[in-house]
């Protein structure tokens, strides 16, 4: 409970919220109340007008002048007229100082009792933090140990001592339990967020740009996704932290962490085991947790360290009883059966003695008779009362209070430990004046409930003064009542929209018994945590929403079900890699569903997670399926943004399948439309920028046509654009991609760069795909440069990645890949090898725009194998036959889909074999055509070879 502040008649009582002069109440308006609070908190020391108009006003902007006003209503109610003044002094020019002495509530120490060594060991972290030791503190304990009561000592001190440290308090919420990311420190930083509004936001724009349209959603509720990454969102925050404790040493404290999420729980891991300096304190309670809890592995590997313990509160014993008792009831622990009695029936848990002994008084078993307390009762009252359960303690409480106050109370327990009058009044549907007045009521006759106002909030404010109060009344609401307070607050909170999270809104309409709403709000839910990078709590919620639909009695929506079902497949995608089970179950339970329905704006972006997933594992005939599905929803619907990730994902598909002309016809329409903000919607869905894709793959488009000096110009445009908006997932996409037009060239060292630019990027992001890829690039690349021992492992590692995440051989664009850098390195069976294996591949999923290089290869492959007419070593006449099978094989399939470089190099292949074997070439007239479509293309190693080739034959 907050303390009560007392100087001379009067009581500051900070639970009703009023000034009380001999008992009385004074009339204050609530802003005077504040600046009276914010002075007696803070005796004898001068206060600059400035800071408290920061601390009162918050983000209003007002004038000096309310404040004058305020301390002349201050004055007057306090009689405080006198020269010099009593109470409270004014230092012309600079500020005000509350110059009469001060007592505190004697229930300000209540939980404190037998608490002397973590309270030391609490304040010595804090003197730690002031000298610039980054500092953290895990304090653990069972409900109602007085883990919050610590914490809030120390707090409440920095204002009153001569610290500069501030601290700001972030809460874990049960509803929340796993999955709204960040939450607790979102709620800390809002906090400061408003109090310090102008210069809250300028660190914003300069340590965290990612997060301001976050902190706009925290304020009015509207924002739009984040253009980053998570790491680099992670690191945001992190900055922002430790910038504004520059400033001033900060404590940051999170409640109840047994409730917090994945991302929180390695914001606070990086937080502490950052090597600089920094004057932070990050302070987080928690109950017990168990060992494969997410929060479990960060105390384990950081507890112990410089600057991090755990303090773990136990219940009293005896003697603290003892001491409780003295000091708050003096007399009655005379008789030592009390004490025992007391602690006995308590377990000494802190909160159930203040509860048994409140209980006692209100039923008159104790009382105050002049100087001392006596037990009135027998000692077995006590015990009686003492055994007495929450429940039953709470239900007599409840029992007492005024007519209407249960159901009040049964409506506050489903908003949650704190809540307004304005939500209980929509659980109740009643109106917001009626729930106002009677929450003010019974903050004052019930300790079950506190008035909690606070100077950054319009509305009144009120809260459960412990979690299990709050339990306990909410597991007393009769089952049937229950539902119908869950829907009307549900429904408020969807029709408020503003600072509701989808999660908390699905919860609530879960427990009211509607399913379907609460599996919209579910998947609504996982698609904002996708959007922000948290993959673990998207893969809660959508996994939440699909036991939904398994519980729901009716029909669910198909558009809704194909959404949680390719959602959740976009996230294992990103925890689990393409090989895991649970995501090709997730996108072919999707697909199934998306056959059965007429296609639709509602599932596009559905549809395009599918694709991603299926062209990604090869399945290209599905792709086109898809992708086709998206253009037929997109034209129907009119919508640009829809229009253009449907010609992205065409064009590319496109490509893939060999087909370039319609690739470019695609690809090139998504480049001329694709504007600044235009791309949004693709961004969202398939997680990279389609433009830059788009480029990147119209880039290909072009090379396969035969056009490389056009490839590469594209190319490199598009990897430009990706680095302009400054998106990690597509500046390393592109990176690849442009990288592997550089490898087609034979620029080695150009595609070795872009390589290393990727792999900077995927390897500080978990892109583990693209790490697989970037290392095989930069092996194929060593190996080409003569670096063959270097390049070889990062090779073999990068194909290992692949073939893991795609759940096989790693896909027939890595395989020829590794079979080029294997023929390079004079490794020709593992090349063959990987030829196989590519071919397989191929059969498996069909059409493919790089079939042409495997008959190509293989026939290369073993021409190297056969000593590739080197001294003399010439194949046997068979072994010539199968080679030669192989590459006309490649030149009749490049020829096929119009693969120019692909047909260009299979003719020079069979004509330097059928030349080296016999002196004679049929290809001469065929491959010098080839070469003339490439016009005077400069720099192109294949032509060169080429020319070269047809003036040795020439000469012959």
Request: net charge negative; with cysteine; glycine share 8%.
């Amino acid at each position: 409970m907050e303390a009560a502040i007392e100087f001379g008649t009067f009581r500051l009582d900070l639970d009703r919220g009023e000034l009380l002069r001999d008992g009385q109440p004074v009339a204050l308006r609530r802003k005077t109340f504040w600046v009276l609070w914010y002075l007696a908190a803070r005796p004898a020391q001068l206060i600059s007008k400035d800071e408290l108009l920061a601390a009162v006003w918050r983000s209003t902007s007002v004038s000096e002048n309310v404040l004058s006003v305020c301390v002349s209503e201050l004055r007057a109610a306090l009689g405080d007229r006198g020269r010099p003044p009593s109470f409270i002094e004014t230092a012309h020019g600079r500020g005000y100082r509350f110059v009469a002495p001060v007592s505190v509530d004697r229930r300000t120490e209540v939980d404190l009792v037998g608490r002397e060594k973590p309270l030391t060991a609490l304040r010595r972290a804090v003197e730690s933090c002031e000298l610039g030791d980054r500092q953290s503190v895990f304090i653990e304990g069972e409900p109602g140990v007085g883990k919050t009561a610590l914490v809030k000592t120390v707090v409440d001190g920095l204002a009153a001592g001569p610290t500069t440290a501030r601290s700001i308090c972030g809460q874990c919420v049960e509803h929340f339990g796993g999955e709204e990311p960040y939450l607790p420190v979102l709620d800390a930083l809002g906090r400061l967020c408003r109090e310090e509004g102008g210069k809250f936001h300028q660190l914003l724009a300069r340590w965290a740009p990612s997060w301001r349209s976050e902190f706009a959603r925290l304020r009015n509720g509207d924002s739009e996704p984040p253009v980053s990454s998570r790491k680099a969102r992670l690191s945001e925050l992190v900055g922002l932290i430790d910038e504004v404790a520059r400033d001033r040493p900060l404590v940051l404290w999170l409640e109840d962490l047994h409730w917090c999420d994945p991302s929180t729980a390695e914001l606070i891991s990086t937080l502490i085991k950052r090597s600089a300096r920094s004057r932070l304190l990050v302070v987080g309670t928690l109950r017990p947790i168990a060992a494969e809890h997410h929060l479990a592995s960060v105390i384990r590997e950081t507890v112990g360290r410089d600057g991090c313990s755990r303090l773990s509160l136990e219940n009293l014993d005896q003697g603290d009883v003892r001491i409780y008792l003295d000091r708050n009831y003096p007399g009655l622990a005379d008789g030592s059966e009390v004490v025992e009695a007391v602690h006995d029936s308590t377990a000494g848990n802190p909160l159930n003695v203040i509860r048994v002994l409140d209980e006692l008084e209100d039923i008159g078993a104790i009382a105050n008779s002049g100087p001392a307390w006596k037990l009135v009762e027998d000692v077995a009252k006590v015990r009686e009362v003492g055994r007495a359960s929450f429940r039953e303690a709470t239900q007599n409480a409840l029992g007492r209070l005024p007519e209407g106050g249960t159901e009040v109370l049964h409506a506050a327990s489903v908003c949650g430990e704190s809540f307004d009058a304005v939500g209980v009044a929509a659980a109740l549907s009643v109106p917001e004046d009626d729930a106002e007045e009677q929450l003010r009521g019974l903050s004052g006759v019930s300790h079950l409930v506190e008035a909690s106002a606070a100077p950054d909030r319009a509305e009144s404010v009120f809260a459960f003064p412990h979690g299990m109060y709050r339990e306990t009344v909410y597991n007393l609401v009769p089952p049937k009542r229950r539902r119908v307070l869950h829907e009307n607050f549900a429904a408020h909170l969807a029709a408020r929209g503003r600072g509701a999270a989808s999660s908390e809104i699905a919860l609530h309409f879960e427990r009211a018994g509607d399913y379907a709403r609460a599996i919209e709000y579910r998947s609504a839910a996982g698609r904002e945590a996708l959007e922000r990078f948290a993959y673990n709590e998207a893969e809660t919620h959508l996994r939440q929403g699909i036991a939904l639909i398994e519980k729901a009695r009716d029909p669910v929506d198909p558009r809704v079900e194909i959404e949680v079902w390719s959602k959740l497949g976009t996230a294992l995608l990103n925890t689990k890699g393409f090989a895991a089970a649970d995501v090709r179950e997730s996108f072919d339970r999707a697909l199934e569903l998306a056959d059965e329905i007429e296609p639709g704006p509602a599932e596009f972006a559905a549809l395009d997670g599918l694709h991603t997933f299926y062209t990604m594992r090869e399945d290209l005939q599905t792709g086109v399926r898809l992708a086709q599905q998206m253009k037929q929803i997109a034209e129907c619907s009119g919508d640009p943004a829809l229009r253009l990730e449907a010609l992205h994902c065409w064009g590319c598909v496109q490509l893939r399948v060999g087909n370039f002309s319609a690739a470019i016809d695609a690809l090139e329409e998504v480049m001329l439309l694709a504007t600044e903000g235009s791309a949004d919607f693709g961004l969202r869905t398939c997680g990279h920028d389609p433009k830059s894709c788009s480029g990147c793959h119209l880039a290909l488009s072009h090379w396969f046509c035969g056009q490389p000096e056009r490839a590469v110009a594209v190319a490199e445009e598009a990897l430009a654009h990706a680095r302009r908006i400054g998106h990690s997932y597509s500046i390393a996409s592109a990176a690849c991609m442009v990288a592997w037009v550089h490898s087609l060239c034979f620029d080695f060292e150009k595609a070795e760069q872009l390589a290393d630019e990727c792999l900077s990027i995927a390897g500080a992001e978990d892109f583990l795909y693209l790490v697989g890829v970037g290392q095989m690039q930069r092996g194929w690349a060593r190996i080409g440069r003569g670096e063959r021992d270097q390049g070889l492992p990062d090779l073999e590692f990068g194909m290992q990645i692949c073939a893991a995440i795609t759940g096989g051989n790693g896909g027939v664009q890595t395989l020829l890949l590794a079979a080029a850098a294997y023929a390079m390195a004079g490794c020709h069976e593992e090349g063959l090898l990987a030829i196989e294996r590519a071919e397989t591949s191929l059969t498996r999923n069909g059409t493919n725009f790089l079939a042409s290089d495997i008959p190509r290869m293989r026939g290369e492959l073993l021409w190297m194998r056969a000593g590739g007419g080197a001294a003399g070593s010439l194949p046997s006449a068979a072994a010539q036959r199968e080679i030669e099978a192989h590459l006309r094989a490649g030149v009749a399939e490049a020829g096929r889909v119009g693969n120019r470089p692909g047909e260009l190099l299979s003719l020079l292949s069979l004509g330097r074999v059928q030349f080296t074997c016999t002196g004679t070439t049929e290809v001469t007239v065929r491959l010098r055509s080839v070469s003339e479509r490439f016009g005077n293309v400069r720099d192109f190693l294949p032509l060169a070879a080429v020319r070269a080739f047809l003036a040795e034959v020439a000469d012959c």
